[in-house]
Nanobody, 124 residues
Framework: QVQLVESGGGLVQAGGSLRLSCAAS????????MGWFRQAPGKEREFVAV????????DYVDSVKGRFTITRDNAKNTVTLQMNSLKPEDTAVYYC?????????????????WGQGTQVTVSS
């Protein structure tokens, strides 16, 4: 079992930055693929970013490439999402996710564990 707890959301002006953190419990964290999804009001949940267990492979949705960076620290059981140059369209609830398969995938059904989410609001 893995439990995920996100933090770091908040309100920021367009062009600003936020850093989301996800603390994971469980001894097998280092073997899990970790990622982030988001859900904006009235929209479907969408893939944002993913990182392999080793940190050697990442994938991002096109809309955040060059602005968001996912990192992980397996010693501390944490994964972060650094978000720069934020836009109003980045406003959403952001969810930390874990996949025990160790594959790099974008489908939300691929992820076994989900956090409760943290709100990110970007004002124009």
């Amino acid at each position: 079992q893995v439990q995920l707890v996100e933090s770091g959301g908040g309100l920021v002006q367009a062009g600003g930055s936020l850093r989301l953190s996800c603390a994971a419990s469980g001894r097998t964290f280092s073997s899990y693929t970790m990622g982030w999804f988001r859900q904006a009001p009235g929209k479907e949940r969408e893939f944002v970013a993913v990182m392999s267990w080793s940190g050697g492979t990442t994938d991002y949705v096109d809309s955040v490439k060059g602005r968001f960076t996912i990192t992980r620290d397996n010693a501390k059981n944490t994964v972060t999402l650094q978000m720069n140059s934020l836009k109003p369209e980045d406003t959403a609830v952001y969810y930390c996710v874990a996949d025990s398969s160790s594959l790099i995938r974008r489908g939300q059904r691929s992820y076994d564990y989900w956090g409760q989410g943290t709100q990110v609001t970007v004002s124009s």
